[in-house]
């Protein structure tokens, strides 16, 4: 089997990150490495990884590493330790979900079986909010194939279930550090408008939600970050014309939510400057 490095960004998350790291050190397959990414903690996170055995060192003859950077969000952690990282593939996992302990085996054997043609997979999910099992709704049930129509809606892939050849990322670049929230939107739209995705259709991932430190729970209007994300990705040369009609639809559908939401907060200004986008993209539209 390839080997896997295990990526772990964490902030304030001492309450968590035991059973998080514990989740990945006893899986069926081992991982080459764990990279915890610590962004700026101030809490005990250091000393429980310690007493997990992490070390503090950069160098890859540890399979266990702590690395301490001053905050800078997510896609900073996680671009640390992918550049830190070094092999075949990686694996994220979010510092509050966990993995059942035959995720990595069982993720890497289905790609086996597809022959490796795929560079991304990623499993179902068991959702977890304060405490209590819930189900997924009906829109964000996992399946594989290509998935851009559905990444235009939302983030269809969550990064704790992703396996991602490493590859990829110097074909598609790290996640955006510009992007405080919905990251993981721009990279796999990156990602899906030109491949397909392998799916594992086991619950493998247990993913927690429903804390005030979700990127979800701090920062209003969601979808001015996926907004950013379509505008970018519209600036893709090798996008083709069928999906570059897709992006600015969906883009147009994007910015009337928000313009409707902004008008009732009369912010008249941002208001303004949103109809200005809507009638530059609906133009680019109807030139197509």
């Known amino acids: 089997m390839p080997n896997v490095s295990v990526i772990i960004p964490t902030f304030n998350r001492a309450h968590f990150i035991e059973e998080s790291v514990s989740s990945v050190l006893s899986q069926t397959l081992k991982p080459a490495?764990?990279?915890v990414v610590d962004d700026g903690s101030n809490d005990k996170t250091w000393d429980i990884l310690k007493n997990l055995g992490f070390s503090l060192s950069e160098a890859r003859k540890n399979t266990l590493r702590y690395i301490y950077k001053e905050n800078g969000g997510v896609s900073s952690a996680r671009n640390v330790g992918i550049e830190l990282s070094s092999s075949e593939y990686v694996a994220l996992l979010d510092s509050d979900d966990q993995w059942k302990p035959t995720k990595l085996e069982a993720q890497l054997s289905s790609l086996?079986?597809?022959?490796?043609?795929?560079?991304?997979?990623?499993?179902?999910?068991?959702?977890i909010r304060k405490g209590i099992r819930v189900n997924q709704h009906k829109k964000h049930i996992k399946n594989g194939g290509d998935l851009f129509k559905k990444c235009l809606k939302m983030c269809c892939i969550s990064p704790s279930s992703a396996l991602i050849h490493r590859s990829v990322f110097n074909d598609i670049g790290n996640f955006d550090?510009?992007?405080?929230?919905?990251?993981d939107y721009d990279f796999w739209l990156r990602y899906c408008a030109f491949e397909k995705t392998h799916f594992l259709n086991e619950q493998l991932t247990i993913k927690n939600g429903g804390h005030?430190?979700?990127?979800?729970?701090?920062?209003?209007?969601?979808?001015?970050?996926?907004?950013?994300?379509?505008?970018?990705?519209l600036k893709n040369i090798n996008l083709s014309r069928s999906k570059y009609e897709l992006v600015l639809t969906e883009l147009i559908l994007k910015l009337k939510i928000m313009m409707n939401g902004s008008m009732k907060r009369g912010k008249k200004d941002f208001t303004d400057e949103l109809n200005k986008k809507i009638i530059y993209f609906e133009s680019l539209l109807g030139n197509e």
């Open 212 to 233: 005030s430190d979700q990127l979800s729970q701090m920062y209003w209007g969601m979808d001015r970050f996926r907004i950013y994300s379509l505008e970018k990705l």
């Open 177 to 183: 550090e510009k992007l405080k929230a919905c990251e």
């Open 33 to 35: 490495e764990v990279i």
């Open 112 to 127: 086996k079986k597809e022959s490796f043609s795929y560079r991304v997979s990623h499993t179902d999910e068991i959702w």
